[in-house]
């Protein structure tokens, strides 16, 4: 499976994923520089986390209206994987291939954590190798990851059932207590309806070596390379 | 013409930023502050004479970039309408 990285002016992860990539993973990999329109040969795109072009005006917006986000349109309606964790979430909801918006926590505080997301859809090519139900313990680290949308976008995520992973706790019970940064419903990640485009708050790419303090991140990994079948097409449940 | 454009939390949005604003100020003794809510104030210089092309034209910035309609309006005013007369600029 051939990934790419994206890599805005202050992205901070890249390095992360593209190392996980390819020296975990084994699999080839290169950067995606941001005003790159073409993604032809790229079977998944990774948007990592960071602060690009600085985060002003609003997390996301400027990167979310750029020449490489305008190609992802593209890529993901010929049914690319696109993977967006943290910034890249924030990304993929100010450029509207997500419903919702991230902003600013709760707390006010900038939150650097390990935490609990329970699995809620294995509907999808980067968790069909989980069970639902499942717990994960991956980091976050954010300032700005209050997942909110209106009533009526809230009740087709639940309809449709888009809601991929919820903050939990250690034994998977969605709770107040356990929600780092106030968001709507404990919401930590979302799915298009489609399945191809999954944005998250957590970072998968933190917790995917046991010197890192931990594999679940991995875990989505394998399941997208789980997904991939021989004529290079994806697997569809 | 210049156009300053403020963007400002929806009604019922939380403002966790202007809550906490609002706790700063009371604790400075300010306690008759009722509400306290922060926005954005963006000036732009446009080569655009004409006030309503230039309006139009904010209103698509604002649409595709400087606002996101899930959380934020917006309310436009031109500048250069409110200088005094036979001031410059």
């Not at chain 1, 979430?89 to 390990?114: D, K, M, W």
């Not at chain 1, 809620?120 to 499942?134: C, H, I, K, S, Y």
């Not at chain 1, 991929?164 to 929600?179: E, H, L, P």
């Not at chain 1, 399945?195 to 399941?223: C, K, N, W, Y």
């Amino acid at each position: 499976m051939r990934f790419g990285v994206v890599v805005f002016p202050g992205t901070w992860s890249d390095c992360d994923f593209h190392y996980v990539v390819s020296e975990v993973l084994h699999q080839p990999v290169r950067y995606v520089w941001h005003r790159e329109r073409e993604l032809g040969q790229l079977d998944c795109v990774i948007l990592p986390g960071g602060f690009s072009y600085g985060d002003y005006l609003r997390a996301g917006a400027v990167a979310g209206r750029s020449p490489v986000v305008e190609a992802l349109r593209d890529f993901v309606g010929r049914g690319g994987l696109v993977l967006g964790s943290c910034n890249g979430f924030q990304i993929l909801c100010e450029a509207g291939l997500l419903p919702g918006v991230l902003t600013r926590n709760e707390c006010l505080q900038y939150r650097c954590q390990s935490t609990h997301l329970v699995v809620e859809n294995v509907d999808t090519p980067f968790t069909r190798g989980l069970r639902a139900g499942q717990v994960l313990t991956m980091p976050i680290s954010h300032g700005e990851g209050k997942y909110y949308a209106d009533a009526e976008t809230l009740a087709r995520l639940k309809q449709q059932n888009l809601i991929v992973f919820r903050y939990a706790s250690a034994d998977g019970k969605v709770t107040k207590a356990s929600n780092p940064n106030g968001s709507l419903d404990n919401i930590a990640g979302i799915v298009n309806p489609e399945g191809t485009v999954l944005g998250m708050m957590p970072h998968p790419e933190r917790a995917s070596e046991t010197a890192m303090g931990g594999t679940d991140g991995l875990l989505m990994f394998q399941s997208l390379l789980g997904s991939l079948v021989e004529d290079g097409t994806f697997l569809k449940r | 013409m210049k156009v300053r454009v403020l963007v400002r939390l929806k009604p019922g949005i939380m403002d966790v930023q202007g809550a906490a604003v609002q706790r700063a100020l009371v604790g400075l003794g300010f306690s008759e502050i009722a509400d306290l809510r922060i926005g954005k104030v963006i000036d732009i210089e446009l080569d655009e004479a004409r006030p309503g092309e230039a309006r139009t034209r904010v209103g698509e910035m604002c649409g595709q970039l400087l606002a996101n309609p899930l959380l934020e309006e917006y309310s436009m005013e031109i500048l250069t309408d409110l200088a005094p007369r036979g001031v410059a600029g």
